[in-house]
C-alpha cells in the first residue's frame, strides 16, 4: 500500500499502528496524523530504534496492510 492511502485512511489506521506500536500514545497518534516522517521520528524515540531501523518497520507495516 502506498503512503497516501494510509495518510488518507489514518482515523481507521490508527488502532492497526497501535497493535504494531503500542508504545505510542493516543495523543502521539493525533500528533502524527498519517505523517511517515512524524511516525517515524515517534518510533525512533519511543522504541530507541535508528532513523533505519524505523523507516524500515513503517516500511514493512505498510506493506502488510490491506482494506476490504
Same mark, same amino acid.
Given at each position: 500500500?502506498? !503512503? $497516501? *492511502? =494510509?495518510?488518507? $485512511? !489514518?482515523? %481507521?489506521? #490508527?488502532? #492497526? =499502528?497501535?497493535? %504494531? !506500536?503500542? #508504545?505510542?500514545? @493516543?495523543?502521539?497518534? @493525533?500528533? +502524527?496524523?498519517? &505523517?511517515?516522517? &512524524?511516525?517515524?521520528?515517534? +518510533? %525512533?524515540?519511543?522504541?530507541?530504534?535508528?532513523? @533505519?531501523?524505523? #523507516?524500515?518497520? =513503517?516500511?514493512? !507495516?505498510? $506493506? *502488510? %496492510?490491506?482494506?476490504?
Amino acid at each position: 500500500m502506498d !503512503w $497516501n *492511502r =494510509v495518510e488518507g $485512511n !489514518w482515523k %481507521q489506521l #490508527k488502532g #492497526k =499502528v497501535k497493535e %504494531q !506500536w503500542g #508504545k505510542l500514545t @493516543d495523543d502521539d497518534l @493525533d500528533r +502524527i496524523a498519517g &505523517q511517515r516522517d &512524524q511516525l517515524e521520528g515517534a +518510533i %525512533q524515540e519511543r522504541y530507541g530504534l535508528e532513523k @533505519d531501523r524505523a #523507516k524500515a518497520d =513503517v516500511d514493512a !507495516w505498510c $506493506n *502488510r %496492510q490491506t482494506f476490504s
